[in-house]
Structures are given as C-alpha cells and as structure tokens.
C-alpha cells in the first residue's frame, strides 16, 4: 500500500486514512430498497452498505474454507479409509 505525502517540502509521509469514500452506483430498484432497509432500521446509508459488504465478504471467505476442507478430505479419504479398518478390531482386543 503505498503512503501519502503531507505535500510540504520536508517529504515527511502520512499514513493512509482509516476508512475511504467511494462511489458506487445502484440500480434504481436496488437504491429504493437500501432507502426503505436505512429508515426501517433506523441507521445510515454507509452503515448498511458496509455491512451488507462485510457479511458478503465473510460469506465468501467461509464458503472457500468449505471447498478446501472437502477437497482435503476427499484428498485424504483412502488413507482415512485405510486407518479406520486397521482398527476397526481395536476394541475387541482388550480384556
């Protein structure tokens, strides 16, 4: 990420802002029912928007965990496989 400079002559550098603006553009159906969601719970547009985008996010991140866990699983079925009958009789040994 690259850092501002203040603009004065001593190139002293400035850490970027927290939270940034950015323009994003909405069906007009879809600016109607982010306008009703905003009044019905009482917050503001940025609010709803950013936390409609943060679940998305969270969303997509847990649904790429899903599809590395099954593809590690499946990856390692025959050895799971494998160990599971090899002790399929462990119980039986004890006393």
Known sequence: ???????RTTGKRTAPPASRKI???????LYAATERATAELSTNRS????????????RLRREKLDHELAEGYQAN?????RMAEEFVYAGTELP
């Not at 990420?1 to 603009?7: A, I, L, P, S, V």
């Not at 609010?47 to 969270?58: F, I, K, T």
């Not at 079925?77 to 496989?81: S, V």
């Open 1 to 7: 990420m690259k850092t501002r400079t203040t603009g």
């Open 23 to 29: 323009i994003v553009e909405f069906p007009a159906a």
């Open 47 to 58: 609010v709803l928007v950013r936390s409609a985008v943060a679940e998305y996010l969270a």
């Open 77 to 81: 079925a025959a050895q799971a496989r």
